[in-house]
Each structure stands twice: as C-alpha cells, then as structure tokens.
C-alpha cells in the first residue's frame, strides 16, 4: 500500500495532533494531510506529472520537506531525496541521472543549482520553498486518492558511496513499509504520545523512521542547522518519550559535550544508532551517560535501516559473559529478514568463519536504477550482496569486519582494520582513528594508523604501539601512526579511507 496512506489514516482519526513542529510553528496531522492533497493535486495538473515520474526533494531540515514527499507519493510518484550537504554539482548529477522530471529545493540549495555549467544535461525547474512559485504547489486542486500498489517506487536513494559515483537504490512503498514495520516490532512500540527528534538529515535514515512515527501519529520535532549536542539535550528536557537516529559521530559528539553528564535525559527514549562503527568505548560511555536506551542498527540504503539490530536488553546486559563481543556486534536478524555469511562462491559458510554478508527480506531493493552491472553484483540468486565482512557466531549475532575492500592481507593474512582501531580507541587521549592498508614489498600490504588527538591530550606513536601489542597479536599493530587534526569524511560521516590510501601513495611513504 502507498505511504500516504498511513498519513491519511492518522489525519482522519486525530486531526489536532501535532505532526510536525519546528522553531516557529507545529502543523497538525488534519493540516499536513490537506497539504499533501494541494501538492499532489498541483503535482498531477499545475507539473503535468505522469505516474512514477520522479521528482528530486533537495532540501536541509525543514517543515516542508515531509509534507513534499507524501504528496510526492499522494500523486504517485517517485521521490528522490538529495542529502544537502552535497556540492552542487553532485546534486545536478544525482537530479541528471535520476532524469527526475521536477526539483522541490530550500532556497540556498536552489541558488546553488541555478550556476551555470553544472551539468552536461538540462536540468528541470527547480522550485525553491519560500516563493510564490513553491506556494503554488499547496493551491493545487487537492487529491485525495491513494494509488494502492504496494510494488510502485517511492524512493530512489542515491548511496553515500566512499568512491566513485553514487548508484541509486530504487526503494518501493513495500521496501519502506517493511521498514517501519520492523521499527515496531524490534525497537519499540511507538503511538501519538512518542516524540520523533529529527537532528539528522531527513533525506536520509532519519527520515525514513519519521514515516514509522507519522504511522503512529507521532509527533515529529525538526532541528533546522547544523547538528548541535547542546539542542538535542535541550530537547530531551522540553518533549517526552523522545527517540531519535544518530550517526555514531553524532553520539560522539553528545557525550563529549560539556553539558553531556549534567543534562536531564529523563525525556529520551531511544537513541537508534547506525550507519558507521560505533566503537566499544564510545559505547560504554554512552550507556553511562544514558542508561540502557540505545539500540544499534546495521543496514544500507539497498536494505534501508534493516539487517541486523543490538536491542536495548543486549546493551543493559553487562553481567553476560560475553557481554564486550557483543557491544562490538550488530546484534541478530532483524524480524522478517534473513541473513548469511557465505564464501566468493555464495555457499554459506559455518558459525564464526567470515565471510561476506548476504541478506534477503521484504526491505530489500528493487534494483540500482539505470545500472544493470551493478545489480548483476548486488542481486544474486535472491539475496542482496552487501559487500561487508563479517562472522556469525552459534547464537547468531553478526560481528562486521570491514567492507571487503578494506580488508588488508598482509602475509596471507586477513587483518580486520576495525579490530586495530577498536584498540586505539581505549586510549583517553584519542579521539578517532582509522586503520588502512599500504602496499609492502614482502608482505603484500601493511596496517598504517591516522590517529586524531583530543584537544590538548599529548599521544605518543610508542604508546599507542604498546597498546596495541598488549591486546592484539604483533602481525596486526600498525606498523606507522600518523598524526591528524582530521579524518577525511563523505557527508553522512563515513570516513573516507580511499582517501587515506591515495595520501600514502601521494607521499610514498
């Protein structure tokens, strides 16, 4: 069934419920659904829009932007979300190759795409919030029919990518409803007195669980900006039974704030991490700081936000003998979702040997759109391919490596770069750290570690080696450290280690 549907529902059996508030102004779920119906209705007429035409949304948080995907959806369309913090440049490749056919933007983003020179193609009108083109779009004859086809698209996610151009995961309505169906079952039970706080970008996972809370008549809360630890500890005070998705780095950036230990947090709910590693020590002082709500998620944007999961009664668990395993662990199969570990040849493997993780589930993707080489790679005898190593043990929990490229074989031998920053991670005075591969005459490859300081910590390369030779075996520790003010990231906080090699080829060292 279409997403907008759940919307139409919620509005008409709690029509005064808050369902979006941002700094200025809340709009109800009666309101949000007849918005929806006057942009579906301009989207149909005003646009000429024909079924599945697909229709870019690059937008920062904003009170428009989810009102723009239901009536995207409302008109049966395809939406393609564009993360805003991409250069312009990126953006018209995204809106070029996706041939959408309309770009709904927030006014810096529109001036950004209207320089010249941007793309090889034209680009379609790009209509910016704010003006009377833009407020035309909520005077449009409204539309109140449903398309009912569960398998129709509904959103065409561009990957974050390390390298190389993004390929876009066509996601359908049943993808997305699945999703949130698995939120219910495996994260938590949610309704009209749950609070959505939106502090990552709605183009992307966050997002995607603010269609779960809009299910549930939710109230969604909007932080426009930059994300900002002192506004979401803000927000733990001012809404009750808050929940919110965090990149680890920004769970890193809550409990390294100075407010982190002092702040009331009797209004959080759930902090649903993902998208990157969550080391262990970050971990542990996240629970200190919080208690027992967080809840660890592995997926893609081919499988949007649903492999595996580390509910919160795996995290509060600290007297389980292998409690340490386990926080460094994504936890087991999301409910409804298989998952596998199998060799190059796709045979699955046995308990603990690692291999590349395999999953299939009504989340996963229709398909890369355009790209059939890549779905030949990721689509394989039903079961989506996603490229990370990983080893499940017999009570089946997942324990990622690394993806498969970053593996580094040194000798012969498998050397997981995770398991070496997990280690330098232990030290108070690092901040991050990350572990790549450089060609070795003999060995083949050999672990070089980019470390970053905390402000004023004095870390030595010596002590950091005796760190790592107190707790992994000697043919793993790096063999160089390298001192950074910065690891180079992509926009969703993903370090960009092809980055880290291409500087030690650039040095040749």
Same mark, same amino acid.
């Given at each position: 069934?279409?997403?907008?549907?759940?919307?139409?529902?919620?509005?008409?059996?709690?029509?005064?419920?808050?369902?979006?508030?941002?700094?200025?102004?809340?709009?109800?779920?009666?309101?949000?659904?007849?918005?929806?119906?006057?942009?579906?209705?301009?989207?149909?007429?005003?646009?000429?829009?024909?079924?599945?035409?697909?229709?870019?949304?690059?937008?920062?948080?904003?009170?428009?932007?989810?009102?723009?995907?239901?009536?995207?959806?409302?008109?049966?369309?395809?939406?393609?979300?564009?993360?805003?913090?991409?250069?312009?440049?990126?953006?018209?490749?995204?809106?070029?190759?996706?041939?959408?056919? #309309?770009?709904?933007? &927030?006014?810096?983003? *529109?001036?950004? $795409?209207?320089? !010249?020179?941007?793309?090889? =193609? @034209?680009?379609? %009108?790009? #209509?910016?919030?704010? &003006?009377?083109?833009? *407020?035309?779009? $909520?005077?449009? !004859?409204?539309?109140?029919? =449903? @398309?009912?086809? %569960?398998?129709?698209?509904?959103?065409?996610?561009?990957?974050?990518?390390?390298?190389?151009? !993004?390929?876009?995961?066509?996601?359908?309505?049943?993808?997305?409803?699945?999703?949130?169906?698995?939120?219910?079952?495996?994260?938590?039970?949610?309704?009209?007195?749950?609070?959505?706080?939106?502090?990552?970008?709605?183009?992307?996972?966050?997002?995607?669980?603010?269609?779960?809370?809009?299910?549930?008549?939710?109230?969604?809360?909007?932080?426009?900006?930059?994300?900002?630890?002192?506004?979401?500890?803000?927000?733990?005070?001012?809404?009750?039974?808050?929940?919110?998705?965090?990149?680890?780095?920004?769970?890193?950036?809550?409990?390294?704030?100075?407010?982190?230990?002092?702040?009331?947090?009797?209004?959080?709910?759930?902090?649903?991490?993902?998208?990157?590693?969550?080391?262990?020590?970050?971990?542990?002082?996240?629970?200190?700081?919080?208690?027992?709500?967080?809840?660890?998620?592995?997926?893609?944007?081919?499988?949007?936000?649903?492999?595996?999961?580390?509910?919160?009664?795996?995290?509060?668990?600290?007297?389980?003998?292998?409690?340490?395993?386990?926080?460094?662990?994504?936890?087991?199969?999301?409910?409804?979702?298989?998952?596998?570990?199998?060799?190059?040849?796709?045979?699955?493997?046995?308990?603990?040997?690692?291999?590349?993780?395999?999953?299939?589930?009504?989340?996963?993707?229709?398909?890369?759109?355009?790209?059939?080489?890549?779905?030949?790679?990721?689509?394989?005898?039903?079961?989506?391919?996603?490229?990370?190593?990983?080893?499940?043990?017999?009570?089946?929990?997942?324990?990622?490596?690394?993806?498969?490229?970053?593996?580094?074989?040194?000798?012969g031998t498998n050397i997981y770069p995770r398991e070496i920053e997990e280690v330098l991670l232990t030290h108070a005075g690092v901040l991050e750290a990350a572990v790549v591969g450089?060609?070795?005459?003999?060995?083949?490859?050999?672990?070089?570690?980019?470390?970053?300081?905390?402000?004023?910590?004095?870390?030595?390369?010596?002590?950091?080696?005796?760190?790592?030779?107190?707790?992994?075996?000697?043919?793993?520790?790096?063999?160089?450290?390298?001192?950074?003010?910065?690891?180079?990231?992509?926009?969703?906080?993903?370090?960009?280690?092809?980055?880290?090699?291409?500087?030690?080829?650039?040095?040749?060292?």
């Open positions: 069934m279409n997403l907008s549907l759940t919307l139409r529902t919620i509005a008409q059996h709690l029509p005064t419920r808050p369902a979006i508030s941002w700094e200025g102004g809340t709009l109800s779920y009666g309101a949000l659904e007849a918005q929806v119906c006057h942009i579906a209705g301009a989207l149909l007429t005003r646009h000429a829009m024909n079924a599945g035409a697909r229709v870019a949304v690059a937008m920062e948080n904003c009170p428009e932007l989810l009102p723009a995907l239901y009536g995207i959806w409302r008109a049966g369309l395809t939406a393609v979300p564009i993360n805003s913090k991409l250069h312009a440049r990126e953006m018209a490749w995204i809106i070029a190759d996706a041939e959408a056919r #309309l770009c709904l933007a &927030t006014p810096k983003i *529109a001036d950004g $795409l209207s320089a !010249p020179g941007l793309s090889s =193609v @034209p680009l379609p %009108p790009v #209509l910016a919030t704010g &003006t009377a083109d833009y *407020a035309a779009l $909520l005077q449009g !004859p409204p539309e109140r029919n =449903v @398309p009912t086809d %569960p398998n129709d698209e509904a959103w065409l996610f561009y990957t974050s990518g390390t390298t190389g151009r !993004p390929k876009g995961a066509v996601l359908t309505h049943r993808n997305l409803l699945f999703t949130g169906h698995c939120y219910y079952a495996d994260i938590d039970f949610i309704g009209p007195t749950d609070t959505m706080l939106h502090a990552a970008p709605l183009t992307h996972g966050a997002g995607l669980y603010g269609l779960a809370h809009i299910a549930r008549g939710s109230h969604n809360v909007i932080l426009s900006g930059s994300f900002d630890p002192e506004r979401v500890l803000n927000a733990f005070t001012t809404h009750a039974n808050v929940s919110m998705f965090a990149a680890p780095t920004m769970v890193s950036r809550l409990i390294n704030h100075g407010r982190a230990g002092s702040a009331d947090t009797r209004g959080l709910k759930t902090i649903t991490y993902g998208g990157a590693p969550m080391y262990v020590a970050d971990l542990r002082r996240a629970l200190e700081l919080f208690g027992p709500k967080l809840y660890q998620l592995y997926g893609q944007g081919e499988s949007p936000m649903t492999i595996t999961g580390l509910d919160k009664a795996m995290h509060a668990d600290a007297s389980h003998p292998r409690y340490e395993e386990r926080l460094g662990s994504v936890g087991v199969a999301r409910t409804g979702v298989a998952v596998r570990i199998v060799g190059e040849d796709g045979r699955e493997l046995p308990s603990g040997e690692v291999g590349e993780v395999v999953t299939r589930s009504d989340c996963v993707m229709k398909g890369y759109w355009n790209n059939p080489e890549a779905n030949a790679r990721a689509l394989r005898d039903g079961w989506l391919w996603t490229g990370d190593l990983g080893a499940v043990d017999a009570e089946g929990i997942l324990t990622l490596k690394d993806r498969s490229k970053d593996m580094i074989i040194s000798g450089r060609p070795h005459a003999d060995w083949g490859e050999e672990a070089i570690a980019f470390v970053v300081r905390r402000e004023g910590a004095e870390v030595a390369a010596a002590t950091l080696d005796r760190l790592c030779l107190d707790n992994i075996a000697r043919f793993k520790r790096p063999k160089d450290y390298r001192f950074v003010d910065a690891l180079p990231k992509n926009n969703y906080g993903k370090v960009l280690k092809t980055e880290l090699r291409e500087l030690l080829q650039r040095k040749g060292a």
